[in-house]
């Protein structure tokens, strides 16, 4: 299906104001393609919809990759399991405590620990490493480490994590069938209902402009999302991975990735939507940038050692870090400020004014395969 470009007459800019402002059906192609006035439009509400729910204040977390051993087989990610010129890796406890413990800037309120879907590194790192921040710092926790047993969710939670990040990628059977996506779709799902039935705060994600997908297929996406008991949601650009089927294909639009952020902040006022690292890989020098101005209000400054950091291969080795320079210099260009809250606070003031209250364990009706 062709693009096609939303022609604005200068005098028609009222009108498409009002549209933006009141149109009950973001999901649409309308607001996916929308290019020009139309989009600047759409991404201007986005973000005032965004300060008018969080103010000026945009959290700040940081991430550790602390193991790229995987046991799934994305044909988008360069850690899957069939790479076998991977140097695979597992952190250090002591290594890491002392980075986390004594070297976090102080503007960061939350770690989100994270790895390739690979259980013994959970129980044998992750474990000790939350026990370790939990006694040691007040700072919020959140996981990203693929689907797990209920037991182990369990432990992660009593160590002291509170948000558990598990994107469901894509929202067509047949489609996460084809790119090999972690085990099964409705697997995928009903871990994400487990964890929040749980007590879990779960955000999900999915990628925009994976090879083949149509705009259909991508809004469908949205639809998904808002039915899943979830704080948060990103959207992540396609970045061609290295040692992967789809090395060759070309990366994902910049400006329907912006749409899609937009569209979900209209669509979800109250959710954590994250600016991600892979904006500036699709749009290099301001995608970043760009993400925070339709709504976006997280960002995550890159801590994961250098020595090993360049083997977390999500795309290709050469990212683009977010530093804490970097992190500062685009919430400023903006007219935003870190938040001096943690996201994990956030979700449980949310929950007890009953706004991200997480769904019981028998309202999930779940059966974890």
């Not at 973001?26 to 729910?53: D, I, N, P, V, Y």
């Not at 037991?151 to 469901?168: C, N, V, W």
């Not at 396609?238 to 639009?253: M, N």
Request: glycine share 8%; proline share 6%.
């Amino acid at each position: 299906m062709s693009m096609k470009r939303l022609a604005l007459r200068p005098n028609a800019v009222a009108p498409l104001l009002c549209a933006v402002t009141d149109e009950p059906r973001w999901a649409s192609l309308k607001w996916l393609t929308a290019r020009g006035q139309a989009q600047e439009l759409l991404h201007q509400r986005a973000a005032e919809l965004a300060r008018e729910r969080f103010g000026q204040r945009v959290f700040l977390r940081a991430v550790v990759e602390v193991s790229n051993f995987c046991r799934e087989n994305c044909a988008y990610c360069g850690m899957r399991r069939d790479n076998q010129d991977l140097a695979r890796f597992r952190a250090h406890h002591d290594q890491l405590a002392e980075l986390l413990i004594e070297h976090v800037p102080s503007r960061v309120t939350d770690i989100n620990i994270q790895t390739g879907e690979d259980p013994v590194a959970v129980r044998e790192l992750v474990l000790p490493l939350i026990r370790t921040l939990r006694r040691e710092t007040s700072l919020g926790i959140s996981v990203c480490l693929g689907t797990l047993s209920p037991g182990l969710y369990d432990q992660l939670q009593e160590a002291g994590a509170s948000i558990y990040i598990m994107k469901f990628e894509l929202a067509q059977s047949a489609t996460y069938e084809e790119m090999e996506a972690p085990g099964e779709l409705d697997e995928r799902l009903e871990h994400i209902r487990l964890l929040a039935g749980k007590g879990w705060y779960v955000s999900s994600g999915f990628i925009a402009g994976l090879p083949g997908q149509t705009p259909a297929q991508l809004l469908a996406n949205f639809g998904l999302a808002t039915q899943l008991p979830l704080v948060g949601c990103s959207v992540s650009p396609f970045i061609p991975g290295e040692s992967t089927p789809l090395a060759d294909a070309p990366t994902g639009d910049i400006e329907q990735t912006l749409n899609c952020m937009a569209i979900l902040r209209l669509m979800s006022p109250h959710w954590v939507i994250p600016a991600v690292s892979a904006l500036n890989l699709a749009g290099p020098g301001s995608g970043y940038r760009r993400g925070l101005g339709t709504g976006a209000n997280l960002v995550t400054i890159n801590l994961t050692p250098s020595k090993i950091r360049g083997d977390y291969l999500l795309y290709k080795r050469d990212r683009f870090i977010m530093t804490e320079e970097r992190i500062l210099s685009s919430l400023q260009a903006q007219g935003l400020v870190p938040s001096t809250q943690s996201l994990a606070e956030h979700y449980r003031l949310q929950a007890l004014e009953g706004q991200t209250t997480p769904m019981l364990q028998s309202e999930a009706e779940v059966a974890i395969r």
